[in-house]
């Protein structure tokens, strides 16, 4: 479980990220747990940060 977010700055697009997460890891072989705690993990940088993007989720030179 990740930690709890010390402030909510911009909600737009946690469901979106939490789901493609969930997605993600379980195609990618994740158990039902391991896969809420990834999407969870996710969606919690989301609401951290202005936008609908958390900062720092691709690599140096890639592009959404």
Known sequence: TPPP???????TA??????????AARAGGAGL?????AAAALASRVIGTRGAL???IFEEGETP
């Open 5 to 11: 977010v010390a402030r909510v700055v911009d909600s």
């Open 14 to 23: 946690a469901g979106d990220s939490f789901a493609a997460a969930f997605l």
């Open 33 to 37: 747990a391991a896969a809420v705690s």
């Open 54 to 56: 958390a900062p720092g």
